[in-house]
């Protein structure tokens, strides 16, 4: 962008900007960025590190007890003035409590992930008067949510890192932001560059959410054994696990490829056998089976334990290419968008 007038490239930013606005207005943040919650990794620092520099962080409850969380939430606030929300799993036995520790610490945003909200969450997240995201699969769902007093959605695609639906962004975008205009609609899952939000941003999506190249941000508190991971993989190394039978059916999550992933189907086949041996009935394989990934994202985040461990990640993997800042990775998307709109400005 060196030999471009300072008139176009202003314009290019007033307009990267405007297509935020309402995304940014909703968070009540600079850009409409949202760092997407990932459990063991977005956690007060990063959280923190996200919002301070413009975006919006999320921290990921996952399975923290209400006392835990109050913590984090208190520690997060202690490093930041910006807003930030949480992200709590519908399926926690303590939703409802969940939900009145981030009501009483003032959250303004908070998002329910992992299934349909339960009503009485729903309500008691309006009734305390913060803001609900809830996770879009599909369209029915999105114009569902949006009666039911949902404030926001996010629509992620398949390419996203962890827990993933189906359906591609590619799709889910073309199915669900042009009949959803009321609310304000976050993309996520694949995205790595500024060009790509801005395509979105342009179809009427008011932001976009992003984890894997948060994951592995400078901020981020994943092992370095984690980044290093994912600086060494491509996007093919991003797969979602593998089911072997299907009376035995595998929650599809995206991770890179690993000792884990392949002893995962080893684990599977021997299961199967014991239960066709009559070793095992269809109840014991099926949790012998949901049991193998316990406690192997922790072991990957935390202990850097990147063979046997579960390392999520989304097949925008590939563009991390190296250990950087929050804000040099916002920044770098906001260039990106700019020159963008610089060159589509300049062929005119
Ligand atoms: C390591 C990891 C852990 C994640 N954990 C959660 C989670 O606990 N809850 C959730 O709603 N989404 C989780 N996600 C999904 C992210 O919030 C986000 O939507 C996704 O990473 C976006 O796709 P991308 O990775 O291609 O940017 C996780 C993703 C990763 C990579």
């Not at 042009?178 to 932001?207: C, K, S, T, W």
């Not at 579960?310 to 916002?330: F, K």
């Amino acid at each position: 962008m060196l030999n471009t007038l300072p008139n176009t490239l202003s314009r290019a930013e007033a307009e990267f900007r405007a297509l935020q606005a309402r995304g940014a207005t909703f968070l009540g943040t600079e850009m409409a960025i949202m760092g997407g919650a990932m459990s063991w990794v977005s956690e007060r620092t990063l959280v923190a590190a996200i919002s301070n520099a413009g975006g919006f962080g999320v921290i990921a409850c996952g399975s923290m007890s209400p006392a835990l969380l109050e913590a984090e939430i208190a520690a997060t606030q202690a490093l930041t003035q910006k807003p930030f929300g949480v992200n709590l799993i519908t399926m926690h036995p303590q939703l409802d409590d969940l939900v009145r520790v981030c009501l009483a610490a003032k959250v303004g945003h908070i998002v329910l992930a992992g299934g349909i909200p339960p009503g009485p969450a729903v309500r008691a997240v309006k009734d305390g008067g913060a803001r609900l995201i809830a996770f879009a699969p599909a369209l029915v769902l999105a114009k569902r949510f949006q009666k039911s007093g949902v404030d926001a959605l996010v629509i992620e695609g398949s390419e996203a890192g962890g827990h993933i639906g189906p359906v591609s962004l590619t799709v889910l975008a073309q199915e669900i932001l042009p009949h959803i205009r009321d609310l304000p609609v976050f993309v996520a899952g694949g995205l790595g560059r500024g060009e790509a939000i801005l395509g979105y941003l342009e179809m009427g999506a008011a932001g976009a959410q992003l984890g894997t190249r948060f994951a592995a941000s400078a901020e981020s508190v994943a092992h370095p054994n984690f980044k290093a991971a994912f600086i060494k993989a491509n996007a093919r190394d991003a797969i979602p696990s593998i089911q072997l039978d299907e009376r035995f059916p595998v929650i599809p999550v995206r991770g890179l490829v690993n000792e884990g992933t392949k002893k995962f189907l080893a684990h599977q086949a021997e299961t199967v056998r014991k239960f066709q041996a009559g070793e095992l009935d269809k109840t014991a394989a099926q949790l012998s089976i949901e049991h193998f990934w316990a406690g192997a994202l922790r072991r990957a985040v935390v202990d850097g334990d990147v063979e046997g461990g579960s390392v999520m990640a989304g097949q925008s993997v590939g563009m991390v290419t190296a250990i950087q800042s929050v804000a040099d990775i916002l920044a770098e998307l906001t260039s990106q968008a700019v020159a963008a709109l610089v060159a589509r400005a300049e062929r005119r």
